[in-house]
Each structure stands twice: as C-alpha cells, then as structure tokens.
C-alpha cells in the first residue's frame, strides 16, 4: 500500500521545518512502507511517536499543521492532505477521486471527535508497536534513533 497523503504531508512538513534531516525522512518513509508490508496499518504519526522523533510541543505543532491541509471530499467526506503548493482544485480525493471541497475544515469541528479518536487509535498502535519490535529484536532505524536520543539532554 502506499503512502497516504497524510502520511506523506506530515512527514514533508517535519522535513521542511528541520525536525527530522532528509535522510531521516527518507527512512522513516522506507520503514513506514516497511511495517504496512508486514500489515501493521500504522501511520506516520505514531512512528514519529514510536522512534521519539520529535518532543511535545514539536509534535502537537506539526499535527496542528497537517490539519490544516486536510481538505473533505464533497462525495465521501474523507479527507486528503494537500502539499504546499497544491491546490485542491486540481487534487482528487486519494479515497473515491472525487472533488474536494476548497478551504480548511473548521478547526473547532476537526478538532472535538476526531483527535481524542486519534490519540486513542495512536496509543493502542504504540502498544501493538512495542509487543512487534519485542518479538522481532533489534531493527536499524531503532538503534539510528536511539543513537540521535542519547545525544539530546534528558528531561
Ligand atoms: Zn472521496
């Protein structure tokens, strides 16, 4: 499966903001495609979370961000997440190809159901994460992160 447009802008955004380098994209995205080959469904949000890639306010930051380029599909209603420099005019949804609606989704809307949702399903794909890595020893983008942790300060 590749890449949902989610996936893809959320990771383009940590890149374009330096809080992961291009060769840290670059293998978050190869690891991502990695765990969906295996059928873990994850996204790019919870590997960020898994590999600790980015603190608190970095993360609720970029998530902020991503949000903002969700644009609803008037025939599904599911959201694509848009480049910079994409219109949605000239993007079909990802889901049905059908239009998206031009504009922002209502932050306060987006924000009520969906996010507490979303920190749920992240939480639980966390757990399903640690009990994977667990069985399947040691994997190199761990001991890559692990190595770039061990040089931040603790907090
Ligand atoms: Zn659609």
Not at 34 to 60: C, K, T, W, Y
Not at 79 to 102: D, K
Not at 126 to 145: P, Q, T, V, W
Request: charged letters at 30%; glycine letters at 6%; proline letters at 5%.
């Amino acid at each position: 499966m590749p890449l949902t447009s989610a996936d893809i802008v959320f990771l383009e955004i940590a890149r374009v903001k330096a809080f992961v380098s291009v060769d840290e994209a670059e293998q978050l995205k190869v690891e991502l495609l990695r765990r969906h080959d295996n059928g873990e469904m994850i996204g790019m949000p919870q590997l960020f979370q898994e590999f600790e890639v980015l603190d608190g306010p970095q993360s609720a930051w970029l998530l902020r961000a991503c949000s903002k380029q969700a644009r609803r599909c008037l025939d599904c209603a599911r959201n694509t997440y848009l480049l910079a420099g994409q219109r949605s005019q000239n993007i079909p949804c990802e889901h049905c190809q059908g239009s998206l609606r031009p504009g922002r989704i209502d932050p306060e809307r987006q924000n009520s159901g969906r996010l507490t949702k979303q920190r749920i399903s992240t939480e639980f794909a966390h757990e399903k994460m640690r009990e994977y890595l667990e069985k399947s020893g040691a994997n190199d983008i761990r001991a890559f992160y692990k190595k770039k942790n061990d040089r931040r300060p603790k907090s």
